[in-house]
Each structure stands twice: as C-alpha cells, then as structure tokens.
C-alpha cells in the first residue's frame, strides 16, 4: 500500500522558519522524483519544489528560490522542505508528491499558515 504522510505545517509568523517531512512506504522510493506542491483553497494546486532520483539539482518554483530547501534521504524514504523567511503568501496546504512515469502518488497535505 502506497503511502505519503506529511508533518511539520503549522502557524508560523512572517519571517519564520518550518521543516516539512514527508515519510513514505509501498513504493520504490529511490526511483522516483520527489516533489512538494501547495494549493490555496480556490487555487490550482502549484510545484514548489522538486528533487530526483539519484542527486542532481533540485527545481524550485520562482517564490520558493533563495527561501526553501528541498532534500531526500533514499535511506529512510524521506523527502523534506526547509522554508526559510516566510511570509503571508506562504500560506497554503503543502502536498508531498511522488512520481515515476504513469504513477503519480500524492500525500494528504499538510497546512501552513504564515501569520503575525
């Protein structure tokens, strides 16, 4: 069984700092690229970071360049998003997302919410 399951979002004031983990099982994790997404409710969903299999450069959406760090540990199947100087227009739910040609597996998200 294929499972996803976020942690970390929480309420958080502008300029602050969060860590998502996303820890997964029921898949070849080291296959797959790993990604973060967020939606706002009424929004489509959007990418905001991602990272591949085996290393290389991580891809990060324009907001999240220079804020957020994505990165993977095949040993535990584990996949994080460190987000640095938040602000208000952070807020979102933050969706772990792992992908390998036709599969495309999505967590349950978790909320963030950046206010003073």
């Known amino acids: 069984q294929v499972q996803l399951v976020e942690s970390g979002g929480a309420l958080v004031q502008p300029g602050g700092s969060l860590t998502l983990s996303c820890i997964t099982s029921?898949?070849?994790?080291?296959?797959?690229?790993m990604s973060w997404y967020r939606q706002v409710s009424g929004k489509e969903r959007e990418l905001v970071a991602s990272i591949p299999p085996w290393g290389g450069s991580p891809n990060y959406s324009n907001s999240a360049k220079g804020r957020f760090t994505i990165s993977r540990d095949n040993a535990k199947k584990t996949v994080n998003l460190q987000m640095n100087n938040l602000n208000p227009e952070d807020t979102a739910v933050y969706y772990c997302?792992?992908?390998?040609?036709?599969?495309?597996?999505w967590g349950q998200g978790t909320q963030v919410t950046v206010s003073s």
């Open positions: 997302n792992a992908v390998l040609q036709t599969n495309n597996f």
């Open positions: 029921g898949f070849t994790f080291n296959y797959y690229v």
